[in-house]
């Protein structure tokens, strides 16, 4: 059968995982609605706890953000396939966890999955990873899965651009991983366009 056309709108997987800054993954949701991106989201049941603990939002109030939501546990579902394009996943934040779940191909779940075909396919997987002090094994799992197409982006804050409140902080972080799927989300600060003066770049950034 002839190969489908590419969807009207650009889809991109969003995957929750439990670790800490769920608040991350809920700007990414927002960020995709308003940018006309068709957002798929898979929570782990682990991300549901952080976001009662790290939020005031309801589950629901998390999955009315999305294009579509589908079940973590459903490993059928159309974002399980390569077949089903899309620009890539970004998991915001990536617990350990998840990470080396992903690095082992042993998925367990649709989230876990998802990551998998995405790096099969060669689309942009994105890691928000979020956890410190990092040991030895942390380091080498981060290794393999960069050596196998993922990007490893923690979430740190670009104090160069100046921001005012930790929402400037989140959405700096989420506007730059974004980046990485060429698109550009109207919040991020860019320097030589919005800061600083053109040519010299900030420090650590060069």
């Known amino acids: ?3 489908k ?20 993954g809920v700007r990414v949701l927002d960020a995709c609605r308003e940018l006309g991106i068709e957002s798929h989201l898979v929570v782990s049941r682990s991300a549901v706890l952080t976001l009662s603990q790290e939020t005031d939002l309801a589950l629901s109030d998390l999955q009315d953000r ?32 998840t990470m080396s779940e992903i690095a082992t191909g042993v998925t367990s779940s649709l989230l876990t999955r998802a990551a998998d ?4 396919e060669r689309r942009p997987l994105v890691l928000m990873v979020r956890e410190t002090p990092l040991h030895l094994g942390h380091l080498r799992t981060m ?21 005012a409140s930790i929402e400037e902080m989140v959405d700096q972080s989420v506007g730059r991983a974004l980046d990485l799927f060429g698109l550009s989300w109207k919040p991020v600060k860019r320097w030589g366009e919005d800061l600083g003066p053109v ?6 950034e060069g």
Do not use: N, Q
């Open 199 to 204: 040519g010299v770049p900030p420090a650590g």
């Open 143 to 163: 290794v393999r899965l960069a050596e196998m197409g993922a990007v490893i982006a923690p979430p740190l804050p670009a104090f160069y651009a100046k921001p």
């Open 5 to 24: 056309e590419w969807p009207d709108k650009d889809r991109l997987i969003v995957g929750l995982s439990g670790a800490s800054g769920i608040v991350y």
């Open 117 to 120: 075909v995405t790096l099969k």
């Open 66 to 97: 999305a294009s579509v939501v589908h079940k973590v546990s459903d490993v059928g579902a159309s974002i399980s396939s390569g077949s089903f394009r899309t620009l890539g996943m970004i998991v915001a934040p990536c617990s350990v966890r």
């Open 1 to 3: 059968m002839p190969s």
